[in-house]
T-cell receptor, first 110, second 113 residues
Framework: QKEVEQDPGPLSVPEGAIVSLNCTYSNSAFQYFMWYRQYSRKGPELLMYTYSSGNKEDGRFTAQVDKSSKYISLFIRDSQPSDSATYLCAMSHNTDKLIFGTGTRLQVFP | ETGVTQTPRHLVMGMTNKKSLKCEQHLGHNAMYWYKQSAKKPLELMFVYSLEERVENNSVPSRFSPECPNSSHLFLHLHTLQPEDSALYLC????????????FGPGTRLLVL
C-alpha cells in the first residue's frame, strides 16, 4: 500500500463549481499536511499548511484534516479557470521527508 | 530575486555528457532538497541538505552527485545519465529540515537522449 493515495484525475468542472480534492494516507504518525498547486511547466507552490486535525480557511480555499479517518481534503469555492492546475497533497511526521501524492489534475472550464 | 531559483530551466544532454543543475534560495533557509518529478508519479525525494551537510540520500544512483557549498546554493552534477532519467528536477528549501513547509523552485526540465 502506498503511504499517500491521491486520484490523478483529471477532474473537470464548470466555472463557479465547488471542487473537492482528497488524499488518504496510511501512516498515523503524519502531523503536518500541505496542499501544493502546480501549474504546467512550473514548480509546486504552497497553498495551504495544516498541523494535526481540523479545518483551515484562506479565501476560497479550505483545507480539512481528519486524522481518525486518515483523510485530508482541499475545497475550492467559486472555482475559476485560473485554478486549473495539478494539486499535490503532501504530509510529514516531524522529519525532513515530505511524502507526496501523485497529484490531481483539475480543469475548470468557462 | 526572491524565493528559489533554478538554472537552467531546460536541458538536453547526451548519455555521455556531464552537466550541472544549479539552485539558489533567497529565503534565509537552512535546508535544501532535490526532487525528481516524472509523469504520473509522486515527487521523489533525492537528497536533503541541512546546514550544508547531507542528511538524506534516498538510494539515488551515483550518476547523480549533489553539492552544497553553502546554505543558499545547491548543485546537482549529472554524468552518464540514462534516458529514463529524463524528468523535471525540482529544488526546494525550508527553514529547517524537521517537517517545515518547503518552497519549490520552477524546476529544470531535463531530456536525456
Amino acid at each position: 500500500q502506498k503511504e499517500v493515495e491521491q486520484d490523478p484525475g483529471p477532474l473537470s468542472v464548470p466555472e463557479g463549481a465547488i471542487v473537492s480534492l482528497n488524499c488518504t494516507y496510511s501512516n498515523s504518525a503524519f502531523q503536518y499536511f500541505m496542499w501544493y498547486r502546480q501549474y504546467s511547466r512550473k514548480g509546486p507552490e504552497l497553498l495551504m499548511y495544516t498541523y494535526s486535525s481540523g479545518n483551515k480557511e484562506d479565501g476560497r480555499f479550505t483545507a480539512q484534516v481528519d486524522k481518525s479517518s486518515k483523510y485530508i481534503s482541499l475545497f475550492i469555492r467559486d472555482s475559476q479557470p485560473s485554478d486549473s492546475a495539478t494539486y499535490l497533497c503532501a504530509m510529514s511526521h516531524n522529519t525532513d521527508k515530505l511524502i507526496f501524492g501523485t497529484g490531481t489534475r483539475l480543469q475548470v472550464f468557462p | 530575486e526572491t524565493g528559489v531559483t533554478q538554472t537552467p530551466r531546460h536541458l538536453v544532454m547526451g548519455m555521455t555528457n556531464k552537466k550541472s543543475l544549479k539552485c539558489e534560495q533567497h529565503l534565509g533557509h537552512n535546508a535544501m532538497y532535490w526532487y525528481k518529478q516524472s509523469a504520473k508519479k509522486p515527487l521523489e525525494l533525492m537528497f536533503v541538505y541541512s546546514l550544508e551537510e547531507r542528511v538524506e540520500n534516498n538510494s539515488v544512483p551515483s550518476r547523480f552527485s549533489p553539492e552544497c557549498p553553502n546554505s543558499s546554493h545547491l548543485f546537482l552534477h549529472l554524468h552518464t545519465l540514462q534516458p529514463e532519467d529524463s524528468a523535471l528536477y525540482l529544488c526546494a528549501s525550508s527553514l529547517n529540515s524537521d517537517g517545515e513547509t518547503q518552497y519549490f523552485g520552477p524546476g529544470t526540465r531535463l531530456l536525456v537522449l
